[in-house]
């Protein structure tokens, strides 16, 4: 099993930043990719960002890039997403997924943390 836990959720105005974390325990060894995905009030899950296990792959969705960034410390077994020009339509739950194997949807992640939200004001 593995233990995934999310921090850094909060309020910030259109434009702003925020940084997210996630700290993994358990059998973290196990896990290749971790990841965020997000759900917006109303919609399913989307997928946001992930890294392979030693940052060789990086993958983000279109609606991100340039300006998310996802980094991984294996040591620490943490990964955080630093979210700059921050978009209402960022607004939604976040989750930090682990996955086995590559995972580019929500569907292929293995372990879920509780969520932490981001709310984005105009």
């Known amino acids: 099993q593995v233990q995934l836990v999310e921090s850094g959720g909060g309020l910030v105005q259109a434009g702003g930043s925020l940084r997210l974390s996630c700290a993994a325990s358990?059998?973290?060894?196990?896990?290749?990719?971790m990841g965020w995905v997000r759900q917006a009030p109303g919609k399913e899950r989307e997928f946001v960002a992930a890294?392979?296990?030693?940052?060789?792959?990086?993958y983000y969705a279109d609606s991100v890039k340039g300006r998310f960034t996802i980094s991984r410390d294996n040591v620490k077994n943490t990964v955080s997403l630093q979210m700059n020009s921050l978009k209402p339509e960022d607004t939604g739950v976040y989750y930090c997924?682990?996955?086995?194997?590559?995972?580019?949807?929500?569907?292929?992640?293995?372990?879920w943390g509780q969520g932490t939200q981001v709310t984005v004001s105009s």
């Open positions: 997924a682990a996955s086995r194997r590559v995972a580019r949807t929500p569907g292929e992640y293995d372990y």
């Open positions: 890294m392979s296990r030693y940052g060789i792959s990086t």
């Open positions: 358990g059998r973290t060894f196990s896990m290749d990719v």
